[in-house]
């Protein structure tokens, strides 16, 4: 480890972090936009933070670092958190001793800024993927679990063709619940606008209310449209919602005393229709559990694409 240096990201170095990434991240290539946008001017980011080894000028290994510089919505600092989002070592120099100098260099800087616990991969709000791919990262797996690392959970991503499918079934159920439930599932109106937002902040996590705010501000620059969410009305109030941003779908909820009732799973078959209507090919979820997997996403022909392992340890 004499010939390797840690230091900290410059600019010059996107080109080379980027084919690292692809050598080291197979499953998880990212190109330069995505760089910029997550990594670059993620107001959490410091490029102090984003670790890279470098040995005989050629980058080894990077391991990007984040603490809360700013608030994130309905959850504040987290003074206690930390967090790796990214993390790799070149396949040809691995078994190296690398990879656990970028860890304990990580720890250091947590334990400089008094954070208890650091986790990887589950970052919000940039995060890339839920966790480590335990198929494909397995050795990443049990690197953790050797330096403590522990199992917080087990989330999946699930892919569904949307060709050929015939959502009728689902879609149809949507004149019942008017109905019986006087709940009325459709497009979101721009008008809505306000409604929409003060549902999402009384009833659904920060990051979903960014995640929503981002894509409506994009479709107000006419980046997208209205029909990207659907939502569920009960005597004019908005109850429930889903939204989609090309092949990705979610996330999408009812508000509490209201599940159970059937709704969600129109949302979900309407909001799939409009996908399919747009001529996308396949949805796919990125983060869910195996619950949701039994209970809402399979009847839809979802099915498990990844499984990930959320790993935590206390600094």
């Known amino acids: 480890m004499a010939d390797v240096l840690i230091r900290p990201y410059r600019g010059a170095d996107e080109p080379a972090l980027l ?16 760089f910029r946008r997550k990594v670059l001017l993620d107001p959490n980011f410091d490029p102090g933070w984003l670790l890279l ?14 603490i809360r510089r700013a608030p994130l919505e309905k959850v504040g600092m987290q003074p206690e958190a930390a967090w790796i989002s990214a993390f790799g070592v070149h396949p040809s120099v691995r078994r190296q001793g690398i990879g656990g100098a970028l860890l304990e260099r990580a720890m250091d800087l947590c334990r400089q800024a008094s954070r208890q616990f650091l986790t990887v991969a589950a970052y919000i709000p940039n995060y890339f993927v839920p966790g480590v791919d335990v198929a494909r990262y397995a050795d990443g797996v049990e690197f953790l679990g050797r330096r403590g690392f522990e199992e917080l959970d087990r989330p999946i991503a699930m892919d569904t063709a949307l060709v050929g499918r015939d959502l009728s079934p689902f879609t149809g159920r949507a004149e019942a619940l008017a109905s019986e439930r006087g709940v009325e599932v459709g497009c979101l109106r721009p008008g809505e ?67 159970g009732q059937g709704i969600g799973t129109v949302l ?39 499984r990930f392992s959320v790993r935590r340890r206390r600094l």
């Open 19 to 34: 084919e690292l990434w692809r050598s080291a991240l197979p499953a998880d290539p990212i190109d330069r936009a995505t």
């Open 53 to 66: 080894a470098e040995r005989s000028d050629r980058l080894v290994g990077f391991c990007l670092v984040l």
């Open 193 to 259: 606008l306000p409604a929409l937002m003060g549902f999402l902040q009384e009833h659904m996590p920060g990051d979903w209310v960014r995640h929503a705010r981002e894509l409506l501000l994009d479709i107000c620059r006419g980046n997208g449209d209205f029909d990207q969410f659907t939502v569920a009305r009960h005597k004019g109030e908005i109850v429930g919602y889903c939204q989609f941003d090309g092949e990705h779908f979610g996330p999408f909820g009812v508000r509490d005393g209201l599940q």
């Open 268 to 306: 979900l078959a309407v909001c799939l229709q409009a996908m399919q209507d747009r001529g996308l090919h396949t949805a796919f979820v990125l983060w869910t559990s195996d619950a949701n997997a039994d209970k809402v996403y399979s009847r839809f022909g979802f099915r498990e694409s990844r």
